[in-house]
T-cell receptor, first 113, second 114 residues
Framework: ETGVTQTPRHLVMGMTNKKSLKCEQH?????MYWYKQSAKKPLELMFVYNFKEQTENNSVPSRFSPECPNSSHLFLHLHTLQPEDSALYLC????????????FGSGTRLTVV | AQSVTQLDSQVPVFEEAPVELRCNYSSSVSVYLFWYVQYPNQGLQLLLKYLSGSTLVKGINGFEAEFNKSQTSFHLRKPSVHISDTAEYFC????????????FGTGTQLKVEL
């Protein structure tokens, strides 16, 4: 248990489905992140939230929609995904300062069929 | 902007042998440096970090790393590896005073063999 909890751990969805990934932390962190990790590719930063405000969208397609209702929770809403969106989606949190590093969740393994 | 390079995508090593995983960074300003480990089907876990002070940093699981400013490197070492060290290792950097966005390297797969 790392302090950042992601649910579900595994998700299989069709291209026409709508689903949501959830991330929760009770570490008192005020910054939260979504990363995409595909096989044989570097970690891709998707979104950054600082104090509930989105501060970075790394040219992510609109079929991915993040939501941060408070500093402890982060969602990634998914709709009309493509097979190439299959990946491990990692959530992380940190204090806004740079020295703490990130605390990662265990990820959601997403398969789009 | 900073960048992080991990030249070795895979490093095979026998159990109880020493290992070094290389990391070089490129930045015109000061950076903080990190090493993370990822076990299969898990998220990333912080191994160690360099913020300031002593250039030799000790982390969990017997790992250590040395910050070398002149060579812009932050190599990770362990004097004797174990089978359980088999995992992927990521080096990361963030510019001091410039926000909290980490830049990750592409990772090095460490495979420990009997």
């Amino acid at each position: 248990e790392t302090g950042v909890t992601q649910t579900p751990r595994h998700l299989v969805m069709g291209m026409t489905n709508k689903k949501s990934l959830k991330c929760e932390q009770h570490l008192g962190h005020n910054a939260m992140y979504w990363y995409k990790q595909s096989a044989k590719k570097p970690l891709e930063l998707m979104f950054v939230y600082n104090f509930k405000e989105q501060t970075e969208n790394n040219s992510v397609p609109s079929r991915f929609s993040p939501e941060c209702p408070n500093s402890s929770h982060l969602f990634l809403h998914l709709h009309t995904l493509q097979p190439e969106d299959s990946a491990l989606y990692l959530c992380a949190s940190s204090q806004p300062g740079q020295g703490a590093g990130y605390t990662f969740g265990s990820g959601t393994r997403l398969t789009v069929v | 902007a900073q960048s992080v390079t991990q030249l070795d995508s895979q490093v095979p090593v026998f159990e109880e042998a020493p290992v070094e995983l290389r990391c070089n960074y490129s930045s015109s300003v000061s950076v903080y440096l990190f090493w993370y480990v990822q076990y299969p089907n898990q998220g990333l876990q912080l191994l160690l970090k360099y913020l300031s002070g002593s250039t030799l940093v000790k982390g969990i699981n017997g790992f250590e790393a040395e910050f070398n400013k002149s060579q812009t490197s932050f190599h990770l070492r362990k004097p004797s590896v174990h089978i359980s060290d088999t995992a992927e290792y990521f080096c990361a950097a963030v510019r001091t005073g410039g926000g909290n966005k980490l830049t990750f390297g592409t990772g090095t797969q460490l495979k420990v063999e009997l």
